[in-house]
């Protein structure tokens, strides 16, 4: 079986590392896998799996156009073009899509030729955006125009950031044009929230699977470090808190209030912060860079007494999986699908944006990490990565039977 995937990353971040996780399963079975990909570096594991697609030139070009006319999609011709040309050649027994945002692909020419290509298409749907009109996810600024039409978008200046004239209206209208009009699509969704969603928006009819993502727990399981003496973390407890990106609608506001209500026994540690967050911050809170080193966040989490997860809006977070796939519970505010994976022997739910229950509930879990250290592995071994890609590649046997 040769399958192809689509990615704005490959290898890298949760998205990229999902992508690989496929690839590394099906080339076990002697399947073969390419992953197109618009930017970022790869890492050398992934480098075997990795097709540029575009260039740096033309993602800035797409990126100008998005940023001035909410144009994400339009841009990218040449590069798509090649693409096709390759993928003719390639000739895939099924697409695998996942996140087509990212200025490197044409959406009107991709989804042109998948329809005559008539192979199996699989998008799975890590985020909003497939069935919005612009932004990535809605919760944050309650807005339901996504289940009507989207139109005057009230989060114009979020990803994908756009200056200038709104076309949420246009994007929508063309989005549900491109995306209800491929017959051999097959939405996957990583939670029930987001399954949820799909039966509300414009995607409704298309069909759907639930395939919930997966931690890959080769390289994610408990570890020792000298961190806590390396950083001088002599308190008698350690939270963490980890994002990609710290932004609005990740809790950023929250980790100053999180750090004092946690008190003097428990250090707050941030992952994932710029510079100039890490500046702005107060000095009771260790702020630091992001990680390129998943082995190195692999002992974060482990060195953690708890994981804290602030999120406001977010689908099935792979950090919530990792964190428990290295022994520690995990702390949750009641959002997207951050409560399908824990329950109470592994962690806690928070009513959402209720600081003071999150920081009390994770004060109580990083006193219990001992006792709850099982039940934690246990919880990470229902949402195994291996699993996972098993169950991406069953549904590409079944599509391809």
């Known amino acids: 079986m040769k399958i192809f995937e689509l990615n704005t990353y490959c290898g890298s971040g949760s998205t990229g590392r999902i992508a690989t996780d496929i690839a590394d399963c099906a080339a076990h079975e002697n399947s ?8 970022g570096t790869v890492p050398p594991e992934a480098d075997v799996y990795a097709l540029r697609v575009g260039g740096r030139a033309g993602r800035k070009w797409h990126g100008l156009i998005r940023r001035l006319m909410d144009m994400e999609g339009y841009g990218s011709i040449r590069a798509t073009r090649k693409l096709i040309a390759f993928l003719r050649l390639y000739q895939p027994d099924v697409i695998q899509l996942h ?3 990212g200025c490197y692909l044409n959406h009107r020419l991709l989804f042109q030729y998948l329809k005559r290509a008539n192979v199996p298409v699989f998008w799975t749907l890590h985020d909003c ?9 809605f919760d944050f600024a309650g807005c339901d125009r996504w289940k009507t039409e989207c139109h005057d978008c009230p989060q114009q200046r979020s990803y994908p950031v756009c200056i200038g004239l709104d076309g949420s209206r246009r994007n929508y209208r063309r989005r ?3 995306f209800t009009d491929l017959p051999t699509l097959t939405l996957v969704a990583p939670c029930r929230w987001m399954q949820d969603l799909l039966g509300e928006s414009f995607l409704s009819k298309t069909p759907n699977r639930l395939i919930y993502n997966g931690v890959n727990r080769a390289i994610f399981y408990p570890r020792e470090s000298d961190l806590r003496e390396r950083y001088g973390l002599t308190e008698s407890y350690l939270a963490l808190a980890v994002a990609s990106e710290w932004e609005a609608r990740k809790g950023y506001a929250f980790l100053p209030a999180l750090a004092d209500l946690l008190g003097p026994a428990c250090r707050l540690t941030v992952l994932g912060l710029t510079e100039a967050q890490i500046a702005a911050l107060p000095k009771t809170i ?9 082995e190195e966040l692999a002992q974060w989490y482990s060195a953690a007494d708890c994981l804290i997860n602030p999120t406001l809006e977010d689908n099935m977070p792979l950090v919530n999986l990792e964190a428990l796939a290295c022994g520690t519970p995990v702390a949750v505010f009641a959002t997207g699908g951050c409560p399908e994976c824990v329950n109470s022997a592994c962690g806690a739910v928070a009513p959402k944006g209720d600081v003071a229950t999150l920081a009390a509930e994770a004060l109580r879990l990083c006193a219990q990490k001992p006792a709850m250290r099982e039940a934690c592995l246990g919880q990470a071994e229902q949402f195994d990565s291996q699993a996972t890609a098993q169950a991406y590649l069953a549904l590409y046997r079944e599509a391809c039977s």
């Open 176 to 178: 549900q044009a491109l």
């Open 286 to 294: 260790l702020g630091l860079p992001r990680t390129a080193s998943t």
């Open 99 to 101: 996140n087509l945002h």
């Open 129 to 137: 955006w497939p069935f919005t009109g612009h932004c990535a996810y």
């Open 32 to 39: 073969q896998t390419l992953i197109g990909f618009g930017t």
